[in-house]
Antibody, heavy 120, light 110 residues
Framework: QVRLVESGGGVVQPGTSLRLSCAAS????????IHWVRQAPGKGLEWVAL????????HYVDSVKGRFTVSRDNSKNTLYLQMNSLRPEDTGVYYC?????????????WGQGTLVTVSS | QSVLTQAPSASGTPGQRVTISCSGS????????VNWFQQRPGMAPKLLIY???QRPSGVPDRFSGSRSGTSASLAITGLQSEDEATYYC???????????FGGGTKLTVL
């Protein structure tokens, strides 16, 4: 079955960097676009980024453009989110999530999430 | 303020039918398919409806989706206690060139 396991979260100070990873298994990773979606404590879901199956096309929410970079290594079945210049408002659980067969926001599998806390 | 608008809460009694609405614009719901997710406390979201009306395998047919113009709805019939969760709509926004979620509707089964 599809499995997505995020790692790399932690407590960091504002202005610093963090890299999240997402290890995928149970499906042909190189065939699917993958999202990052985050959720601030007690708040709703916020879409963060989408990377195409081959890594050539990337989309970001405006609030992270220029600070976050999504990438993937299909040889390692792994997705990354490099987060620079972190702000307190970036605090939350970060999910990697697999796009389905049809729609861009058809997210048919989710990881368990990794918590990022940005605080001084 | 979310791009897609949902009422923050809804409620119903067991066996009842409830509807959750999602309002958007021409650049998202009006031009792209709506997807619905269920999230129970402490859990990752789960896909309930995709392509406006389609249910993934394993999702009970008590759940149904519809879209009209720039609005969409999720209907739950035969409400059960296990349906108590927060429900989110989501779509791609062609103007923002990114994904957008509704703010979520917390459903309480009384």
């Amino acid at each position: 079955q599809v499995r997505l396991v995020e790692s790399g979260g932690g407590v960091v100070q504002p202005g610093t960097s963090l890299r999240l990873s997402c290890a995928a298994s149970g499906f042909t990773f190189s065939n699917y676009d993958i999202h990052w979606v985050r959720q601030a404590p007690g708040k709703g879901l916020e879409w963060v980024a989408l990377i195409s199956y081959d890594g050539n096309i990337k989309h970001y929410v405006d609030s992270v453009k220029g600070r976050f970079t999504v990438s993937r290594d299909n040889s390692k079945n792994t997705l990354y989110l490099q987060m620079n210049s972190l702000r307190p408002e970036d605090t939350g659980v970060y999910y990697c999530a697999k796009r389905g067969e049809w729609e861009k926001l058809e997210i048919d599998s989710w990881g368990q999430g990794t918590l990022v806390t940005v605080s001084s | 303020q979310s791009v897609l608008t949902q009422a923050p809460s809804a409620s119903g009694t067991p066996g009842q039918r409830v509807t959750i609405s999602c309002s958007g614009s021409d650049s998202n719901i009006g031009s792209d398919a709506v997807n619905w997710f269920q999230q129970r406390p402490g859990m990752a979201p789960k896909l309930l409806i995709y392509s406006n009306t389609q249910r993934p395998s394993g999702v009970p047919d008590r759940f149904s989706g519809s879209r009209s113009g720039t609005s969409a709805s999720l209907a739950i019939t035969g409400l059960q206690s296990e349906d108590e969760a927060t429900y989110y709509c989501a779509a791609w926004d062609d103007r923002l060139n990114g994904g957008v979620f509704g703010g979520g509707t917390k459903l309480t089964v009384l």
